[in-house]
């Protein structure tokens, strides 16, 4: 399937930039228009799949006519179901301007959401990873060009070591956001290894997505310390693990590690009665300083009764193999950043 991310250097990436900025100039009179907040939403998806078969990959359950009875009614329906959980998350009527999405299967998948479910309306444009990853699993971020004027994108690819099968790309775009300053943004899009196998076993897995995302840090870093960075995604790992701590010990906080929801929601996933916090918002300092929200968010129509743990769990997609019309087994996770506020003194 063909990939959106796009050269760094293209002539159709330079001219969208130049065309975004003269927005920003003609909306403010000669200086650029400044922008109360920026938003942030992160969702795992819990397996959006397509109804086609992509060679080479392990998507079979997910045909017309294999186990799960997976169908074109069922396909729009999740996509709607999506499309429905990330315009809830909008804060004062203002759709979120970054979507970072995991467990998306393709291109396509991702062109249908921002083009022909409930959420085409919010005309977002979108990138995509092309991964080895064997089920086809990749991630996707979702931008508004009217907040966010895309600069360059690419893919991280993960080296696999021993044991360890081929996992999902890291998807990081560079672009500028549409306040008083036209800040630079780098975003990164993680999906880390699952825990399959047991938290010990799969851990160095983990550590090598973990290890090339830091080598991406310190080279941004290395050119602006104090550069402005978001990394969202499932990571498969709570926030108090060493391997959140490598990440955060390069200047960055965790703006989500106590983020709560409504209706008693407690994380963004939950196993056998505990709610987990495996999905995170990181940000560097300067911009944790400006964070003015984070929540999960969890109306009552993401949410099912959990009747053997008692309490709600997320409405998911299949409960083991049987279909249930529900939207993830992950709930989205919200951050807003109000530019404007006076940033915190960064600590040495």
Excluded at 13 to 38: I, K
Excluded at 88 to 113: T, Y
Excluded at 172 to 182: D, L, M, Q, R
Aim: aromatic residues 10%; glycine residues 8%; charged residues 20%.
């Amino acid at each position: 399937m063909k990939s959106f991310l796009r050269p760094p250097g293209s002539k159709r990436q330079s001219l969208a930039t130049a065309l975004f900025l003269l927005l920003l100039m003609w909306a403010g009179g000669g200086c650029p228009a400044v922008a109360q907040a920026f938003t942030l939403v992160e969702l795992n998806c819990e397996n959006l799949f397509d109804t086609c078969h992509d060679y080479g990959r392990q998507d079979t359950e997910y045909l017309p006519g294999a186990v799960r009875h997976w169908n074109r009614g069922r396909y729009w329906r999740k996509q709607n179901h999506t499309a429905q959980a990330i315009l809830s998350c909008a804060i004062d009527e203002g759709i979120p301007d970054l979507v970072a999405l995991c467990e998306v299967e393709n291109d396509s998948v991702v062109r249908d959401l921002t083009r022909r479910s409930l959420l085409r309306q919010a005309k977002y444009d979108y990138l995509t990873t092309t991964s080895p990853d064997l089920r086809g699993i990749d991630v996707a971020l979702l931008y508004s060009p009217f907040t966010f004027g895309l600069l360059s994108s690419y893919a991280l690819r993960v080296a696999p070591v021993e044991g360890m099968r081929p996992t999902r790309d890291i998807l990081y775009a560079k672009g500028v956001t549409n306040t008083g300053a036209a800040d630079t943004l780098h975003v990164f899009v993680v999906h880390l290894p699952s825990r399959f196998g047991g938290e010990r076993y799969s851990r160095p897995f983990r550590q090598a997505a973990v290890s090339r995302l830091c080598q991406a840090i310190d080279s941004i870093q290395a050119l602006t310390p104090e550069a402005n960075i978001l990394i969202a995604g499932d990571f498969n790992d709570e926030p108090g693990s060493p391997l959140i701590g490598q990440i955060l010990d390069r200047r960055l906080c965790n703006v989500t590690a106590k983020a709560a929801g409504a209706n008693g929601v407690r994380g963004t996933y939950r196993y056998k009665g505990a709610w987990n916090r495996i999905d995170h918002i990181l940000a560097s300092r300067r911009l944790a300083s400006l964070a003015d929200t984070a929540f999960i968010q969890a109306p009552l129509f993401l949410l099912e009764e959990d009747t053997t743990y008692g309490g709600y769990k997320p409405r998911r997609t299949y409960n083991g193999m049987r279909y249930q019309p529900g939207y993830s087994d992950h709930l989205p996770l919200v951050a807003r950043f109000r530019w404007g506020k006076r940033p915190i003194p960064s600590k040495k």
